[in-house]
């Protein structure tokens, strides 16, 4: 039974189409389908907007930094250059887990288009403003939209792709991210020269939110959310735009899982509650207390969002995006000739990689892949670490960053930008991807939360990387800063190792079943082996 505003509705009695478990064989199914619809494929390229506003405006910081020379009253120092950048990730941080919260409550399309306004807002504000505190402001409203935005649309494309496209559909989405940051890149290298060019840089990123505002209003909520709030014909009109003509039976066959899942689900909450809060009626206020219960107190949740925040946190404090933000910034120290023209390079190789990574992932798997290109990062952060230390002149003075005008480029130079490349390669193909593949974890009843956390996680260690960064290549030296961030990637690769069970090929009930006693890793291993036989 579904409660919906104190109603009881039937969900599976009744069921006019009268769906039955034991379809016959001749009859379509779900995993009959070949390839995904054109309305899916629409749907996906209008919620993937989000994810290349999230990369453009993430990515168009570094270009920026080094553009706004005097132009908010005074050159930037350090501090103001960590405090602009941190205030996006700060207020990502702070808005994804009310995002995890609000889209069970409103549904997943509403944050989409609250996710758009703020975007909007922020990339006009942040053109037009002419003071560091404005700067901070304008970068903090971008971060609440992309902090919802990152949660809600890997979860709205997962919710309303087929299950045999769910994990490319997925993974298309961040390969959005990346493409949003190369776009970055180039816009900000051709606008670098230009007097106010910066602001351009920061205002065209309300372009695309507006054009996908206007897509969204005439998309569809996620069938699985217009279930649960008692609204099946709506949600099974989605499923067949979803699936196309003469597909009934897969639509049927869809439903009757979604609404069998969510009458389980709703078992479990009103055992969780009973027990927790005796007979108070469920309101929108309890209703998040009892999913922070299910999500810490059943072990196989709390497994499964240990696993997701280590994921989210290691892909953060590896250091990756401090090449995002201030590679322009450490390649004009290097002495490159054009720093935001090799910080593309950086930018392509990302979205080049993260493709490579979406031919390959379903074949491979995410913990071999993870396993295999974390050691590669290792490499890539210890061959910068021992680059700095040869290279020929102090390119980061303590007390201020510096580039030695009149000193001819060191040879030592282009082997950092070698062996940073390496590292972005490793990061792309591994962390940068399957980090994100963490809705696949959590069961239906508490994915919105736990996702919610688990993004949470990522900003809050990507706000830590955005204002230690500059602050260690000072204090600590180049040396010091990249050693360190090699360390965070053994440590994290051992804990990959030891908690991160193989989830490829599995179905959703598969990972529950496998965290449900511990975290399955031997027992992922051995099913892996028996289907590659
Ligand atoms: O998965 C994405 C992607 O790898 C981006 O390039 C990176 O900037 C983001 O922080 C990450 O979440």
Request: net charge neutral; proline share 4%; hydrophobic share 45%.
């Amino acid at each position: 039974m579904v409660v919906r505003n104190g109603a009881h509705a039937p969900l599976i009695e009744g069921d006019e189409h009268g769906f039955s478990d034991h379809a016959e064989d001749d009859i379509f199914k779900e995993s009959d389908i070949t390839s995904p619809s054109a309305f899916i494929w629409a749907l996906t390229f209008a919620a993937g907007i989000s994810g290349l506003l999230f990369g453009y405006d993430t990515g168009v910081i570094s270009s920026t930094l080094v553009s706004i020379g005097k132009d908010l009253g005074h050159p930037l120092t350090t501090l103001d250059k960590g405090l602009i950048t941190s205030s996006t990730s700060l207020g990502a941080l702070i808005a994804s887990p009310v995002a995890g919260l609000l889209a069970d409550m409103i549904g997943r399309k509403p944050i989409i288009l609250i996710a758009d306004v703020l975007f909007i807002t922020g990339a006009l504000s942040q053109a037009a403003i002419t003071s560091v505190f404005g700067m901070v402001v304008g970068r903090s409203i971008v971060g609440f939209a992309v902090g919802g935005a990152s949660l809600v649309v890997p979860l709205y494309i997962s919710e309303l792709s087929p299950s045999p496209f769910r994990g490319k559909l997925v993974t298309l989405s961040i390969l959005f991210i990346t493409a949003g940051q190369v776009v970055a890149y180039i816009i900000g290298y051709a606008l670098s020269m230009q007097r106010n060019g910066w602001r351009w840089m920061v205002g065209l990123g309300a372009v695309p939110a507006v054009l996908q505002f206007g897509l969204m209003l005439v998309l569809p909520e996620s069938p699985r959310w217009l279930v649960k709030d008692g609204r099946s014909p709506q949600a099974r009109n989605v499923l067949r735009k979803v699936y196309a003509a003469g597909k009934d039976h897969a639509v049927e066959e869809v439903l009757h899982a979604i609404k069998t899942e969510i009458v389980e689900e709703e078992a479990t909450n009103n055992n969780m509650s009973t027990s927790a809060m005796g007979n108070q009626p469920h309101t929108w206020l309890t209703r998040p207390r009892n999913r922070f219960a299910e999500l810490f107190c059943v072990g196989g949740n709390r497994r499964a969002l240990t696993i997701a925040c280590l994921l989210q946190g290691l892909q953060q404090l590896c250091g990756f995006n401090s090449l995002m933000y201030f590679s322009a910034t450490i390649f004009s120290l290097l002495d490159f000739d054009s720093p935001t023209l090799t910080s593309l390079s950086i930018a392509v190789t990302n979205f080049v990689c993260t493709l490579l990574a979406l031919i390959i992932i379903d074949h491979v798997g995410r913990r071999r892949l993870l396993l295999l290109s974390i050691p590669v990062m290792v490499v890539g952060l210890i061959a910068s670490s021992v680059s700095y230390e040869y290279l020929g002149h102090p390119s980061w003075v303590h007390g201020s960053a510096s580039s030695t005008p009149g000193v001819a480029q060191s040879p030592w130079a282009v082997v950092i930008l070698i062996a940073i490349t390496i590292y972005v390669c490793g990061y792309a193909i591994g962390l940068g991807n399957i980090a994100w593949q963490q809705s696949e974890l959590f069961p239906l009843s508490v994915r919105s939360l736990g996702c919610g956390l688990a993004t949470a996680t990522n900003w809050g260690s990507n706000f830590v990387v955005g204002l230690t960064f500059l602050p260690m290549m000072e204090y600590l030296t180049p040396v010091w800063t990249f050693a360190i961030y090699s360390l965070i990637c053994i440590v994290g690769w051992v804990c990959c190792w030891a908690i991160y069970p193989e989830t490829r090929g599995l179905g959703l009930e598969d990972v529950r079943d496998l965290l449900r006693d511990s975290y399955g890793v031997e027992e992922s291993l051995r099913r892996a082996k028996l289907r590659d036989l």
